[in-house]
């Protein structure tokens, strides 16, 4: 909640960073964010990408323009790789940056690091919301005034969304949820 108080305060500065930049924040693993294996849990990983995104909205403007236009994204799909663990009281950096976009969705890519080896990557898609429907990114450029064009997509994006598009198909076939056999 304080983090989003904050975001609000400086919304308005001016931007220190454009859309593409890649923007980090450091943090360290506290003991109340461990699990049973005493490593980082999982489920504080997505609250600290949340948190990381929301830095990379503030400090490149979108924040504010996405406030203005009366626009919203939501995660539609993630997928994380779990390199290697970060242990109590280890520091480590996250690195948040757009890959770019599609005609549905913008993608990206955030990764945990830690005395310059990889811990941990996600790779995101987020869908852009006005008036509770979905619009394109295109319509989001737009509305907020930002009009960039969008890099071409990496190779391991085009992958993702291909796998994506599989696991869709998978439930349209056969919606049943695995069971176990006694």
Not at 66 to 93: D, K, T
Request: aromatic residues 8%.
């Amino acid at each position: 909640m304080l983090e989003l108080i904050s975001a609000a305060r400086r919304r308005k500065r001016t931007p220190t960073y454009s859309l593409f930049d890649v923007v980090s924040m450091e943090f360290r693993v506290g003991l109340l964010d461990i699990d049973l294996n005493m490593h980082l849990n999982n489920g504080k990983y997505t609250k600290i990408m949340d948190r990381c995104r929301l830095e990379h909205a503030v400090v490149t403007g979108l924040l504010n323009r996405m406030i203005e236009a009366r626009a919203s994204a939501v995660v539609a799909n993630s997928e994380i790789a779990y390199v290697r663990e970060l242990r109590p009281y280890q520091r480590f950096m996250v690195h948040t940056r757009i890959l770019g976009w599609d005609d549905k969705y913008t993608y990206y890519d955030q990764r945990f690091d830690s005395q310059r080896k990889l811990h941990t990557h996600a790779l995101l898609r987020l869908a852009h919301m006005y008036g509770g429907k979905t619009i394109s990114p295109q319509a989001f450029q737009e509305m907020t005034g930002l009009n960039k064009v969008s890099p071409p997509l990496p190779a391991y994006v085009q992958d993702w969304k291909t796998l994506l598009q599989s696991k869709k198909r998978l439930t349209e076939t056969d919606p049943e949820p695995a069971r176990d056999i006694p």
